[in-house]
């Protein structure tokens, strides 16, 4: 569970029960690990419903604590160089490429826009074998490639989910400031 994920840890029970927390359950459905345990707690809960019993908050609590340690770990992204610093331009173009590393990955992703709208494009490493973006979720291509299009550059986070960690990618607005 990344920093960010810790402080929604004692809300997941309450969205898990049906309560409505809008920037709880943003962050829930972006987060995989997030989203996977508040799934396995409307499971619970949804057992001791049928049962006729509702599970005491003190039998969610341990639930929670008890996934935890399931959870994979996680690595922000960080910016080690963009197009506008080798170019020299600091206004926005139409396409700019972003180079970032998180745990000794080095990953290169482009920003084009078009119609309106901006596409992200990268290639990650095969590991990874899932994208999920605020617009949903989608698997790399055979090559680890992928694409998604978004309304403006502060939509363009998105994390890479392998079968042993979750690499966040902030929005480019957030690696590159003055975007």
């Known amino acids: 569970m990344s920093n960010q994920c810790s402080e929604y840890a004692e809300v997941l029970a309450d969205l898990a029960e049906g ?4 920037h709880a359950q943003a962050h ?3 987060c995989l690990d997030c989203n996977r345990i508040v799934f396995e707690l409307r499971s619970i809960i949804e057992v001791a419903r049928a049962s ?14 008890i996934m935890k340690p399931l959870a994979k ?3 922000v992204a960080k910016l080690l160089r963009s197009s ?24 290169r992703f482009s920003y084009n826009q078009s119609g309106g709208q901006w596409s992200v494009l990268g290639r990650v490493p095969l590991e990874f074998d899932l994208v999920m973006h605020h617009k949903g979720e989608q698997w790399p291509d055979e090559n680890g490639g992928f694409q998604f299009r978004v309304l403006n550059l502060n939509e363009t986070a998105f994390d890479l989910v392998s079968s042993d960690r979750v690499i966040h990618v902030p929005a480019a607005t957030d690696l590159s400031p003055g975007l």
């Open 73 to 75: 770990p996680s690595f």
């Open 84 to 107: 506008f610093a080798t170019g020299g331009a600091r206004n926005l173009s139409r396409d700019f490429q972003l180079q970032v590393e998180a745990d000794g990955v080095p990953m």
């Open 28 to 30: 829930v459905e972006r």
């Open 52 to 65: 006729g019993v509702v599970a005491p908050a003190d039998v969610v609590n341990r639930a929670i604590a």
């Open 19 to 22: 309560k409505t927390l809008p």
